[in-house]
């Protein structure tokens, strides 16, 4: 258990409207990710962390933004969510000397 | 540019039968990391393990054996005996010499094990 929370787990809101998902650990990980998951696409990630107030882009970052102003949280935003970003967003942390990355339980966003 | 393709879409055995899924990748990189994960119907993902590109030894864990061949560019997963909960969609994964932020998945081969 890499101790990591998401919240909200569902959510369901309308087109136009922002929306914010956060990710939080316990366990005080340098690097942190935001990754959507659909259909026939695997994992894919949205933007990444380094370090508080240190983030970056990823294959997928267009319609969406991030902040982390504390190491525990990463916050991924929907500025003006569209049915296209409906999917499963997974938080994920690098664990390891590896690149290993733990993922938390996502996040499954509907927008109408 | 990295890439993980898993042909298998999806794949159904009857339990005890052994099954293969295939990951096949790209990559420039001479220093890499391979990694399975797998994602039960719950629908969190479970890291299974993690190979870096200088180590072409087989791994085994139990009933779970992998198979890491540089000179085909392949990552492969045996499961030996399957059992119904083995029923799951597993992900093949690459990354870069450093952090994660190139970290490429494939898009999963859902293995269904009917008893």
């Known amino acids: 258990d890499a101790g990591i929370t998401q919240s909200p787990r569902h959510k369901v809101t309308e087109t136009g409207t922002p929306v914010t998902l956060r990710c939080h650990q316990t366990e005080n990980h340098r690097y942190m990710y935001w990754y959507r998951q659909d259909p026939g696409h695997g994992l894919r990630l949205i933007h990444y962390s380094y370090g508080v107030k240190d983030t970056d882009k990823g294959e997928v970052s267009d319609g969406y933004s991030v902040s982390r102003s504390k190491t525990e949280d990463f916050l991924l935003t929907l500025e003006s969510a569209t049915s296209s970003q409906t999917s499963v967003y997974f938080c994920a942390i690098e664990q390891g000397t590896g690149n290993e990355q733990f993922f938390g339980p996502g996040t499954r966003l509907t927008v109408l | 540019a990295q890439k993980v393709t898993q042909a298998q879409t999806e794949i159904s055995v009857v339990e005890k039968e052994d099954v293969t899924l295939d990951c096949v990748y790209e990559t420039r990189d001479t220093t890499y990391y391979l990694f399975w994960y797998k994602q039960p119907p719950s629908g969190e993902l479970v890291f299974l393990i993690r190979?870096?590109?200088?180590?072409?030894q087989n791994e085994i864990s139990g009933r779970y054996s992998w198979n890491f061949q540089k000179s085909t560019s392949s990552f492969n997963f045996t499961i030996t005996a399957s059992q119904v909960v083995d029923s799951a969609v597993y992900f093949c994964?690459?990354?870069?010499?450093?952090?994660?932020?190139?970290?490429?998945f494939g898009a999963g081969t859902r293995l269904t094990v009917k008893p």
């Open positions: 994964a690459l990354s870069g010499p450093y952090n994660n932020n190139d970290m490429r």
């Open positions: 190979r870096n590109s200088f180590d072409e």
